[in-house]
């Protein structure tokens, strides 16, 4: 039995704000993107979002062709364990996971994560998500930054983002949807594994094209602040260096 959603039907959705997201990427097979993104699409957002879970987002990796990245929220850690448990024994996974799972390399790179305080993880987004088939039109941008941090420092860092760092991503035309940190629960669901001993801090920007984003970086290189201060600042903050990846939002993702 396969779970679908007739295009006449699309759902308005306001679930984004979660306490729990996981950062998924998915090391794929050579060409095989489109076609996990077709089955994800198609397949695998109603009948996660049946069992309590949100698909709050979608991308291609812009710069990785092999590579799919996503978003999951939940309300806590024992409603994930929950619906993980109800989805991953359920008949949708049964009827598509080899096919799923024939597109990848390895889905073993997933951060666990909580917002960095209550009020800078995603809020709320209220649309009507495309109904399945939708045509997979140009939209704007997602910009994930993450940044390594010391053990137990990720309070103080997103004290410095909050006070230093977003005012300056703001004025240069960013639009940032959500500030999280490494959440230090055990992981709930163990038959997926997640990344454990890291400290990590990510925050999440909008933009409304790629060209958008491209005059934001500039802006900020122009900037001397933004180099002596804030860029300095960051990195004396890491213990290695921060990974910027550039999301393109799939026809159903909720983000941006």
């Known amino acids: ?88 024994t359920g008949p949708v996974w049964a009827a598509h996971r080899d096919e799923a799972n024939g597109t990848m390399v390895n889905s073993d790179n997933v951060l666990l994560l909580r917002p960095a305080s209550p009020d800078v993880g995603f809020a709320p987004v209220r649309v009507t998500r495309p109904a399945p088939g939708a045509a997979d039109l140009q939209r704007g941008l997602v910009v994930a930054t993450i940044c390594y941090l010391a053990p137990r420092t990720e309070d103080e860092f997103a004290g410095f983002f909050e006070a230093v760092v977003k005012p300056h991503l703001e004025q240069a035309s960013a639009t940032v949807l959500a500030a999280l940190v490494t959440e230090r629960n055990p992981n709930t669901f163990p038959r997926l594994p997640v990344r454990e001993g890291e400290t990590v801090f990510v925050w999440f920007s909008s933009f409304p094209s790629l060209a958008a984003y491209e005059t934001h970086v500039a802006e900020l290189a122009r900037s001397e602040t933004w180099a002596t201060e804030v860029v300095s600042q960051m990195e004396r903050r890491m213990w290695r260096q921060s990974e910027v990846s550039r999301l393109a939002p799939t026809a159903r993702s909720l983000l941006p």
């Open 1 to 88: 039995m396969t779970f679908t959603m007739s295009e006449s039907m699309p759902q308005a959705t306001d679930d984004t704000s979660k306490s729990i997201i996981e950062l998924r990427r998915y090391r794929l097979h050579p060409g095989a993107r489109e076609t996990l993104i077709d089955l994800f699409d198609r397949e695998f957002i109603e009948s996660q979002e049946a069992q309590g879970m949100s698909v709050i987002g979608q991308f291609r990796d812009l710069d990785d062709p092999n590579s799919f990245v996503w978003l999951r929220g939940f309300d806590d850690m024992p409603s994930r364990a929950a619906a993980l448990n109800a989805f991953y």
